[in-house]
T-cell receptor, first 115, second 117 residues
Framework: DAGVTQSPTHLIKTRGQQVTLRCSPI?????VSWYQQVLGQGPQFIFQ???????GRGNFPDRFSARQFPNYSSELNVNALLLGDSALYLC??????????????FGPGTRLTVT | AQKITQTQPGMFVQEKEAVTLDCTYD???????LFWYKQPSSGEMIFLIY??????QNATEGRYSLNFQKARKSANLVISASQLGDSAMYFC??????????????FGKGTLLTVNP
């Protein structure tokens, strides 16, 4: 079975531009979460979606938005890019929302560079 | 808010020896879960081991074991018989409940493990 996939792998944008990152969860997984990992830090939670509804939002500005589609894939959008948005963006999927081990499986990430 | 602390920015170990990576946490939630992930230079986060707050025994997965000391709020990862392929960043994370049954993972800053031949 395929794992979590993300596209594109790498991306270079300039300040002020907009970017869309894509994620496909593991087959059968209905929950998708997005994390931002800046260099030298652990991942920071951005959003969680379950059954196409937003179920959690981290401490990020409104420039960050996301959505989940009927096939459970997800997009993360970032508007008006800043240099500080340069990071590895990780998508994680899980079978359900919470309880027990229910680990999140991570994709390879999209490395965004803002110049 | 929950907090995860990893005090070792970097650790070195000789191949075939054991190594312990430290993790302490802070939470007021009586029910929580602790995870360890490995992140190679490729960037992908790889799940290693899980410990639930109510689990009576320390978790083990192959060469990985979790030394869970609830009273001290520590969840150290022990890697036995280190291999060169174990060289990577290691993150400790806690499951934090959001509204209702939703949750997120809160990560520490990580420990860079280098295994020397």
């Amino acid at each position: 079975d395929a794992g979590v996939t993300q596209s594109p792998t790498h991306l270079i944008k300039t300040r002020g531009q907009q970017v869309t990152l894509r994620c496909s969860p593991i087959s059968g997984h209905k929950s998708v979460s997005w994390y931002q990992q800046v260099l030298g830090q652990g991942p920071q939670f951005i959003f969680q979606y379950y059954e196409k509804e937003e179920r959690g939002r981290g401490n990020f500005p409104d420039r960050f938005s996301a959505r989940q589609f009927p096939n459970y894939s997800s997009e993360l959008n970032v508007n008006a890019l800043l240099l500080g948005d340069s990071a590895l963006y990780l998508c994680a999927s899980s079978a359900r929302l919470a309880g027990g081990q229910n680990e999140q499986y991570f994709g390879p990430g999209t490395r965004l560079t803002v110049t | 808010a929950q907090k995860i602390t990893q005090t070792q920015p970097g650790m070195f170990v000789q191949e075939k020896e054991a190594v312990t990576l430290d993790c302490t946490y802070d939470t007021s939630d009586p029910s929580y879960g602790l995870f360890w992930y490995k992140q190679p230079s490729s960037g992908e986060m790889i799940f290693l081991i899980y410990q639930g707050s109510y689990d009576q025994q320390n978790a083990t997965e192959g060469r990985y074991s979790l030394n869970f000391q609830k009273a001290r709020k520590s969840a150290n990862l022990v890697i036995s018989a280190s291999q060169l392929g174990d060289s990577a960043m290691y993150f400790c994370a806690m499951r934090e409940h959001l509204e209702g049954s939703n949750y997120k993972l809160t990560f520490g800053k990580g420990t860079l493990l280098t295994v020397n031949p």
